[in-house]
């Protein structure tokens, strides 16, 4: 008998797979997609799985990528998922994992019932929790796809087409190891130096469109010492490219003042996590998605979030993605939940895009 959504999401969520630790879980769907919807599955270096689905009732031969991520949030080990009046729910002190594997579900079964689909390529990555780091190294010259649809956003209505630019900073001052008590005039505070170049540099949010953040500082070894050394990780994001990258300097230079002021020294390495994309409201695949939300008897809404996605990546990789929902909330928490109507819901509008894009 053929197991229902409900019963995929449940297999998928009790074999873990927290960031890192994904490929017990993929090597299932490898076999899964394999056995089921014959794929033919491939692993690229770096453990993504591309499963390339050939067309049914179809000759078109230009393929849509469909993706979601493998990996979790933790505490994601020993997940027992509980069914109550058409709600899942985890039973224990354990996330759920809707997110995404609810997406990677609705997949499933959407190519598993559609009568008919052009050549599909479902790309499941992994560390996406952790920094996108799946779809940045995916080996992208596996797949042929110009067109995708990452299922990893909430709502079923929603259709995330942009995002922002995200710039992450590891700052390490410099200054000079002294007795505190005997002879403080011998030393420089790199925890004061640290402390001027950050209540001088613009935090928060700067403009509505553009944040900045310290997040975290460590500094410093006895109470009694001078403090030689302070690590801060800092990061600033915005819609707006331009506005990230005067940020991220103005944040450089506050600390390349202060340390030169104090004489202390200043290490600075930024790091460009993913740049600001927005895909045209006029865009084939944002038009295709609409038309499918529709076709479910749903409004369709556009929406540019902060954060990073894996359609973010792969749209500045030369793959048009936009973000659908998985339709579960609370993520990352151990009251995440998801409904069976919203799994059947968000798996009939990947059906609908794909049937119709035979
Ligand atoms: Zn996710």
Redesign the pocket.
Known sequence: MTKTIVDVFCDFVQIGSESGDEARFISYLQDLFTSKLDANCMLDEYGNLIARVPAKGSTKDEPILLG??ADTVKPGKGIKPVVENGVIRSAGETILGA??KA?IAEIFEAVRSATKHPPLEIVITRG??VGLLGAKNLDVSLVRAKMGFII?GEEADTIVIGGPTHISLDIEVIGKAAHAGMEPEKGISAIRVASVAISRMPLGRIDEETTANVGTIHGGMIRNGIPERVKIQAECRSLNDDKAMRQAEAMRSAFEEAAREAGAKVQIATELEYRASRTSEDAPVVKIAQEAIRAVGLTPRTEVITGGTDALVLSGRGIAAVVLGYGGSA?HTEQEQITQEALEASSAVIKQIIEHAA
């Open positions: 979601a991520h997110d995404d997406g996406e929790e990893d993520a």
